[in-house]
C-alpha cells in the first residue's frame, strides 16, 4: 500500500458526460500528479500539482481540469467525455520537487464511457 | 520531449533465471531513473530507481545499472520467482519538470 487513496475504483458513465475523480496523496507529500494510462498511449503524464499550485502540464485535453484544495487533496475533472478517454487514471505524490524525486502511485480510477 | 524505448515488450523465463530489461531515453537532462512493477488491477510501484551520478545500485535481488553516455539504463532480476510476474516500466525524469516519461512496459512471466 503507497499511502496514495484514490476514489471511485471503477466509474461507468455516458459520452457527454462530466465525472470528478479524487486523490489523496501520502501523508506529507505536497506534489500530486495525475496520469492516464491507455492501451494504445501507455502512462502519459497529465498535470502536476504542488501544494496548491499549478506546477507542470503534460498532454492534458481542454476538456480536462484539475486543482489541489488547501488539505492537498486533488481532483481531476473530465467533462464533454468521449470513447476514447477510457482509461486507467492515476494519481502520484511525492514530498516536494527538487528535494525528492520518488513518486508513489494510488490504486486508481477505472474509467468506461460507454 | 522525451522519449523513452523500453525492450523487450514481453519477457518469458523460468523460476530461478535471471531477467533484464533494458531501456534508453533521449532527453540527456533527465537525472532519476525509477523502475515500476504494475500487478494486474493496481497502480505502478516503484521497486528501485538511481540517480544520475551513479552506475549502479542493488537492492537484493533486484539491481539497476545506468550509462549515462550512452543514454540507456536496464533491470536486472536474479533468481526469478513466480511472483515477480508482473508488467515493468521504466521511466526517466528531468528535474526541471516533475513529470515522469514512461517506456512502453515489458510483461515478465515467470513459469514455476
Known amino acids: 500500500d503507497s499511502g496514495v487513496t484514490q476514489t471511485p475504483k471503477h466509474l461507468i458513465t455516458a459520452t457527454g458526460q462530466r465525472v470528478t475523480l479524487r486523490c489523496s496523496p501520502r501523508?506529507?507529500?505536497?506534489?500530486v500528479y495525475w496520469y492516464q494510462q491507455s492501451l494504445d498511449q501507455g502512462l502519459q503524464f497529465l498535470i502536476q500539482?504542488?501544494?496548491?499550485?499549478?506546477?507542470a502540464k503534460g498532454n492534458i485535453l481542454e476538456r480536462f481540469s484539475a486543482q489541489q484544495f488547501p488539505d492537498l487533496h486533488s481532483e481531476l475533472n473530465l467533462s464533454s467525455l468521449e470513447l476514447g478517454d477510457s482509461a486507467l487514471y492515476f494519481c502520484?505524490?511525492?514530498?516536494?520537487?527538487?528535494?525528492?524525486?520518488?513518486?508513489?502511485f494510488g490504486p486508481g480510477t477505472r474509467l468506461t464511457v460507454t | 520531449g522525451e522519449n523513452v524505448e523500453q525492450h523487450p515488450s514481453t519477457l518469458s523465463v523460468q523460476e530461478g533465471d535471471s531477467a533484464v530489461i533494458k531501456c534508453t531515453y533521449s532527453?540527456?537532462?533527465?537525472?532519476?531513473f525509477p523502475w515500476y512493477k504494475q500487478e494486474l488491477g493496481k497502480g505502478p510501484q516503484l521497486i528501485i530507481d538511481?540517480?544520475?551520478?551513479?552506475g549502479e545500485k542493488k537492492d537484493q535481488r533486484i539491481a539497476v545499472t545506468l550509462n549515462k553516455t550512452a543514454k540507456h539504463f536496464s533491470l536486472h532480476i536474479t533468481e526469478t520467482q513466480p511472483e515477480d510476474s508482473a508488467v515493468y516500466f521504466c521511466?526517466?525524469?528531468?528535474?526541471?519538470?516533475?513529470?515522469?516519461?514512461f517506456g512502453q512496459g515489458t510483461i515478465l512471466t515467470v513459469h514455476p
Open positions: 521511466a526517466t525524469l528531468s528535474t526541471s519538470y516533475g513529470k515522469l516519461t
Open positions: 532527453d540527456s537532462a533527465s537525472n532519476y
Open positions: 502520484a505524490s511525492s514530498s516536494s520537487p527538487g528535494q525528492t524525486y520518488e513518486q508513489y
Open positions: 500539482y504542488y501544494n496548491g499550485e499549478e506546477r
Open positions: 538511481i540517480r544520475s551520478n551513479v
Open positions: 501523508s506529507g507529500d505536497l506534489s
